[in-house]
C-alpha cells in the first residue's frame, strides 16, 4: 500500500478528531502536531510541513464551518484539502503522438517506467515505442529491449555505439511512425557535468513534449536538490515517483515535486509493467487517509474490460461461454494484483479481508482452467452445458485433472454466468459493477 506509515499515522491524527467531544483549539493543536510528527518521520521536509500545519491550524481555527457540515467534518475536509494542495495537481498528459524524455538518477526506475508508460500508451491504442540512450550501464539495451519485446512495443537501440547523442538522432528518425517515442536515458547525479551535457544534447535534439524525471519514492531529503539541478537544466515537465508500493517513507519525493514548482504525472506501485497508475491528488490522498478511492479503480477496470477481447456488453446480454468466462478472468488478472486493486476501495467495504492467498489462488486457477479447457472441444466451451458426468471424465483424462476440478470450472461458470446476469441494467463499467461483480465472482 501507498506510504503505508504515513498514511496509518495521519489515520491516527484524524483520528482524534473524529473522537474528540468537542473541537477547540487543544484538539486542532494536537491534531496538528501529529500531522506534523508524521510527515516529518515520512521525510516530509519541515519547511513543507510548516506550511502545511500553519494552513490547516489557520483554516481550522478561523473558518466557519459551512452549512449543513458540522465543526468536525469541517476540520477534517480542510486537512483532506490542504494535503491534497501539497502534492498539487497532476501533470496532464495528453492522449495523443508525443516525444518524451526521461531522466533521473541510476536506479531510479527510468527503464521500467519507460516501459510502463509505453504500455499506458499502447492500452490507450497508441503505438508507442522506446529508444534506449542508455550506453553506460551494462546491459541496459537488454534490459529494455526484453522489456519491449515482451510487451510487444517498438524499440530502437545501438548496442555497442556509446555516443548516446547519435542513437536518440537516429532513432527519432526510425521510429518517427510511432506515435509515442520514449527516450530512455542513463542515471545521472546533477553533479556530473558530462552527463548532464549529454542530457542537454539529446535535448536539444527535438522538441520534447515531456521530459519527466524518475524520483525513487525511497530517495529522502536530496530529491530536493536533485531535482532543482536536472529542473535547471532542461526544465522538467513532470515527475514520475517509483516504488510507491515499498516501505518507502515517499516525502523526500513529494516535497521536491513541491519544492521546485512541477507536478507529478505518474506514481510507480510495483515492477511489472502495468504496476503504475496516473497520478490523480484527490485519489492519492483518500487512499492515504483511508478515505478509498474507487476512481483509480473504476479508471483501470475500464481500460481491461472494455478491451475489444472482452466485450463485457455481448456477455451480458447473452451467451457466457467458457471462452468469455476465461477472457473476464483474464482481464481482472491484468488489472494487477487483487491486493493492490482492493486497496483502492473504501475502508470497511471489500478490501478489508484480501490476503495474498486468495490473490494467489486467482492466478493459480486460471493457469489451472486453462488446462481444463484446452481439453473441450470447441463446441463443448462454447455450451458448457453438453458437458455431462461422462464428458467431465474425460476432459479430466485429458488434461491431467480431477474430476472434481473440471466440476468446480464448471461450477465457477454458472456462477460467474448468474454474475453477469446481475450486472444487467447498470452500464457496464461502472463503480457499482465492478464491487458486485467481485463480490459475486467470490472475490470479496
Ligand atoms: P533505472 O536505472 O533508472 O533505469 O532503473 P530501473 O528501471 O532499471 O529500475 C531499478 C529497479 O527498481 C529495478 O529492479 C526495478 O524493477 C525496480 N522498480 C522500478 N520501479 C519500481 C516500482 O514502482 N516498484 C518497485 N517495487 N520496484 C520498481
Ligand atoms: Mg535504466
Not at 510528527?37 to 489557520?58: E, F, G, P, T, Y
Not at 499506458?120 to 491504442?125: I, P
Not at 515499498?246 to 521546485?260: C, E, N
Request: glycine share 10%; proline share 2%.
Amino acid at each position: 500500500m501507498v506510504l503505508d506509515n504515513l498514511g496509518t499515522s495521519l489515520k491516527d491524527a484524524l483520528k482524534k478528531i473524529a473522537n474528540s467531544g468537542k473541537i477547540d483549539k487543544e484538539v486542532i493543536d494536537e491534531v496538528v502536531k501529529d500531522i506534523q510528527r508524521a510527515m516529518i518521520q515520512a521525510d516530509v521536509n519541515v519547511r513543507l510541513v510548516m506550511k502545511l500545519s500553519s494552513q490547516i491550524k489557520n483554516r481550522a481555527l478561523t473558518e466557519a464551518p459551512p452549512a449543513g457540515m458540522n465543526s468536525k467534518e469541517h476540520v477534517l475536509r480542510i486537512v483532506y484539502t490542504e494535503l491534497v494542495n501539497i502534492v498539487g495537481k497532476a501533470t496532464p498528459v495528453a492522449l495523443q503522438s508525443q516525444t518524451i524524455m526521461m531522466v533521473g538518477l541510476q536506479g531510479s526506475g527510468k527503464t521500467t517506467t519507460s516501459a510502463k508508460i509505453a504500455r499506458y500508451f499502447a492500452r490507450k491504442g497508441l503505438k508507442p515505442a522506446v529508444i534506449c540512450a542508455d550506453t553506460y550501464r551494462p546491459g541496459a539495451y537488454d534490459q529494455l529491449k526484453q522489456l519491449c519485446d515482451k510487451l510487444g512495443v517498438g524499440f530502437y537501440g545501438e548496442a555497442g555505439n556509446k555516443d548516446a547523442v547519435a542513437i536518440v538522432r537516429n532513432g527519432l528518425k526510425e521510429m518517427a511512425k510511432y506515435d509515442i517515442k520514449i527516450v530512455d536515458t542513463a542515471g545521472r547525479h546533477a553533479l556530473e557535468t558530462d552527463l548532464i551535457q549529454e542530457m542537454k544534447d539529446i535535448y536539444g535534439l527535438t522538441k520534447f513534449d515531456h521530459k519527466l524525471l524518475v524520483l525513487d519514492a525511497a530517495i529522502g531529503q536530496q530529491a530536493s536538490e536533485q531535482a532543482k539541478a536536472f529542473n535547471d537544466a532542461i526544465g522538467i515537465t513532470g515527475v514520475v515517483i517509483t516504488k510507491l508500493d515499498g516501505t518507502a517513507k515517499g516525502g523526500g519525493a513529494l516535497s521536491a515535486v513541491s519544492d521546485t514548482n512541477t507536478s507529478i504525472a505518474f506514481i510507480g506501485v510495483g515492477e511489472t509493467p502495468d504496476d503504475m497508475e496516473r497520478f490523480d491528488p484527490d485519489g492519492f490522498i483518500s487512499r492515504l487517509l483511508g478515505m478509498g478511492d474507487l476512481k483509480a479503480l473504476v479508471e483501470r477496470a475500464n481500460e481491461v474490460l472494455l478491451k475489444d477481447d472482452v466485450n463485457v456488453e455481448k456477455m451480458m446480454q447473452g451467451k457466457f461461454t467458457l471462452n468469455d468466462m476465461y477472457d473476464q478472468l483474464e482481464a481482472i488478472n491484468k488489472m494487477g494484483p487483487l491486493k493492490q486493486i482492493m486497496s483502492m476501495l473504501p475502508l470497511g467495504g471489500l478490501g478489508g479481508n484480501i490476503t495474498d492467498d486468495m490473490y494467489k489462488m486467482t492466478q493459480d486457477k486460471l493457469k489451472g482452467y486453462k488446462v481444463i479447457m484446452d481439453s473441450m472441444t470447441a463446441a463443448e466451451r462454447d455450451d458448457p452445458k453438453l458437458i455431462g458426468s461422462s464428458r467431465i471424465v474425460r476432459v479430466a483424462h485429458g488434461s491431467g485433472k480431477s474430476a472434481d476440478e473440471v466440476r468446480e470450472l464448471l461450477k465457477y461458470h454458472k456462477m460467474m454466468q448468474k454474475a453477469m446476469k446481475g450486472m444487467k441494467g447498470g452500464g457496464p463499467g461502472g463503480k457499482m459493477n465492478m464491487q458486485k461483480m467481485m463480490k459475486q465472482m467470490g472475490m470479496k
